[in-house]
Nanobody, 126 residues
């Protein structure tokens, strides 16, 4: 059974930066496709970024391109989401999600991920 634990959320000012971490246990991160989603109250989870099993392919939501970077450290079994130039609209609960399948065109769909973390709150303020 794969478990994912997110950390790194918090309160940050507009224009600031945060780095989220997602640490996997139960399976090597090198065998997992790992993504970040985010959710605001009353809405569904939205895709943010994904990293292929090899770490060589990444995709981002248009709203975060050029500001967010997803990366991994297989030695630590951890995937990171570096968030720069944060905006008010980035405020959300951020979830880490993983699946053992290879990266396919449906990478942004919530139902294509088997494992989920508990989420970490990111709040962007003025």
């Amino acid at each position: 059974q794969v478990q994912l634990v997110e950390s790194g959320g918090g309160l940050v000012q507009v224009g600031g930066s945060l780095r989220l971490s997602c640490t996997a246990s139960g399976r090597a991160s090198s065998t997992l496709r790992i993504a970040w989603f985010r959710q605001v109250p009353g809405a569904g989870r939205l895709f943010v970024a994904v990293l292929s099993r090899s770490g060589g392919i990444t995709y981002y939501a248009e709203s975060v391109k050029g500001r967010f970077t997803i990366s991994k450290d297989n030695a630590k079994n951890t995937v990171y989401l570096q968030m720069n130039s944060l905006k008010f609209d980035d405020t959300a609960v951020y979830f880490c999600a993983a699946d053992a399948s290879y990266l396919t065109r449906d990478y942004s769909r919530v139902d294509k991920y088997e494992y989920w973390g508990q989420g970490t709150q990111v709040t962007v303020s003025s």
